[in-house]
């Protein structure tokens, strides 16, 4: 690291001047000489988590590693605008194309010009954020979710999921940011989110039904889709059903595991609805069973049986929980792209087809 951490990483009971800087260090560690920053050594990366754990670095004041991970992604782009689903030590080894993950880059590439304030750098990837959100509306389903998953042989799924649909929200809202900030509209996009938008907000059955998996619960949430008392209904209706006191959040709701991510992600949607305290107890539970002595993070913990599993220190769980101190502590960036307020919000539809 190049300097110490901002005081937006430190929170009591969570993270101190020396434990946020070790986390930060150990997405560091993790980052390839190309910009790539895989789950962990000799282990695949996604596009997703590539970009939440660059995220994450750049509220560490990290910016020239950020920067080197988009550069990396704007490397690895195919001309249609998207990425594959997985990559191991630069080969590619899922040639599978899913939406949320091509998206994604808008919301990390937005929350870097906000971090580091560099107008040649977002000039620059801006044809690459452009043609991936393009490729995103050309997925657009029936009713405004988009279609999840483009197979190998170029067939696109007719099957959407909500929590890469809030998510892709989220990346679309970022996108328009850009846009307008580069005097670029994009009329496309603003259709796409007010139709997505709704679709989550009001149309729940033109998703696949993965109500097990606490993703599909507080993601309308953290992708921005929902706020207000809707969103805050929606967190307390499931609330019981995910979280473990004094643990963290299930991954899924009928299994006896928490898991960091999922933890730390239900902590920033918390804090986006005014739910701080909530936020930052969940934040201080994970660190009891899940915080290794190099600060980075387990994956997951069975309660049941009181072991790790699996037995896996993943960049984008690191990620995930700095991005929520991050929020909590007031960094200006992560405020403004996890809030949402200060997103544009596309077009106002009704139901359309």
Known sequence: MTAAVPEVLLLDGVLDAVQAADTVRSILAEQRPDGAIPWFTGHHLDPWDHTEAAMALDTAGEHAAAEAAYRWLAAQQNPD????AAYTDGVVTDRAKESNFCAYIAVGVWHHHLSAGDDAFLEW???VVRRAL????????????????VDEDGTATEEAL???????LHALRCGLAIA???????????LAAGRLRHAISHHPERFLDKGRYSMDWYYPVLGTGLRGEAALARIERDWERFVVPGLGVRCVSD?????GGESAELALALWAIGESDRAVDILR???RHLRHEDGSYWTGYVFEDDAIWPEERTTWTAGALLLAVAALGGDPATVAVFGGDQLPAGLVVQDCC
């Open 255 to 259: 299994r006896p595991w928490v898991t």
């Open 125 to 127: 990837i801006w044809p």
């Open 162 to 168: 909500l929590t890469g649909s809030s998510s892709i």
């Open 285 to 287: 539970w994970i660190q």
């Open 134 to 149: 393009d490729f995103i509306v050309r997925l657009r389903l029936p009713g405004g979710p988009i279609a999840w998953r």
């Open 180 to 190: 307008d900030y580069l005097e670029e509209p994009q009329p496309d996009w603003e």
């Open 81 to 84: 605008g998207s990425w594959y």
